[in-house]
């Protein structure tokens, strides 16, 4: 079958994942362990333990084993009532509800939407985990006459090496990179990493005019753009003007442990940030259109 990838959910349209319209491939795992993370069963890769099989009240759930007697948990979508027992029931906060994907199959799908799309975007989890089927994939596009005007985009946290961009570059054409704080220790503290790796990609992608846009959460009393307001505008202002600066509210909903005590972000505190950042003279901004 070639390589393959691990995907929790593939979205056939969407305008809020890069430019234009956009088939949007979301891989199951993650680096990161952000407080705020609003999918945390996208996190860790499914070992197939077989616990969260008895759970399921639709029995959508089956163990098998291969040959070898390796244990496979296999997800039955047409009987699943989208209940999610099962993630409540992970003791890894991982999710049997994923495919596996080769290159063929996920050109398959894309063909399929050609017509109504401008291009692909990965995304997570974090995506660039699952760094050489990307590269098979936007390779195999940009080598396609009939998918070959498709741009490809990653959307991630920006913690992939120097050199494992670089092999990606060529076939690339723009990434969106989260900065969840700008001090280490914040950063350290929402989501468990530094963010030295974070600012490296962001200088990489910046210099090969690769860097679409840059994604500022603003969780009030806990991240710190507001706080560092001067050294972030002067951040912002020497990136590209080309560079989208994508302004994140954070939202309670749906978060669990620690960030469920944390307020949200309001209409108001978020304007408060744009209208700072304006006066220091950062354009492009982007704000949030929904607050729930
Ligand atoms: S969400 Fe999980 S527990 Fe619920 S029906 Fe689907 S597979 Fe079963
Ligand atoms: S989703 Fe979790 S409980 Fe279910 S088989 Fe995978 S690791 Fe085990």
Redesign the pocket.
């Known amino acids: 079958m070639g390589r393959v990838a691990t995907v929790n959910n593939i979205i056939n349209f969407s305008c809020v994942d890069g430019p234009g319209s956009r088939l949007v491939i979301f891989m199951q795992g993650c680096n990161f362990n952000c407080k705020n993370c609003h999918n945390p069963y996208t996190i860790d890769m499914c070992d197939s333990c077989g616990d ?1 099989v008895a ?7 089956s163990l098998t084993h291969n040959a070898q007697g390796k244990p496979k948990v296999e ?3 047409e ?9 409540s ?1 992970c003791p890894k906060q991982s ?3 994923t495919r596996q994907y080769s290159v063929p199959q996920m050109l398959a799908l894309i063909r399929k939407q050609v017509f109504f799309i401008n291009g692909i975007t990965v995304s997570g989890g974090e995506a660039t985990l699952q760094l050489p089927f990307i590269i098979e994939l936007f390779q195999a596009i940009k080598n396609s006459d009939d998918l070959s005007h498709l741009s490809c985009m990653i959307d991630s946290n920006g913690y992939l090496a120097t050199n494992a961009w670089q092999q990606v570059m060529p076939y690339l054409d723009g990434a969106m990179i989260d900065l969840k704080s700008w001090q280490q220790q914040t950063h350290r503290y929402i989501t468990n990493r530094d963010n030295h790796r974070v600012f490296a990609s962001l200088k990489l992608l910046a210099e090969q005019d690769k860097l679409y846009e840059i994604r500022l959460l603003h969780i009030p009393g806990v991240s710190d753009f507001d706080s560092e307001i001067d050294a972030v505008a002067s951040y912002l202002k020497q990136l590209p003007a080309s560079v989208r600066v994508k302004l994140n509210a954070f939202q309670q909903h749906g978060v669990t442990g620690e960030a469920r005590l944390w307020e949200s972000c309001t209409e108001q505190q978020m304007q408060t940030l744009a209208a700072r950042l304006t006066e220091h003279g950062v354009g492009n901004l982007i704000l949030p259109n929904v607050y729930l």
Do not use: E, G, I, R
């Open positions: 969260c759970s399921c009240p639709a029995s959508a759930l997800w039955h979508s009987l699943c009532t989208q209940c999610d027992t099962c993630l029931t999710s049997p509800k």
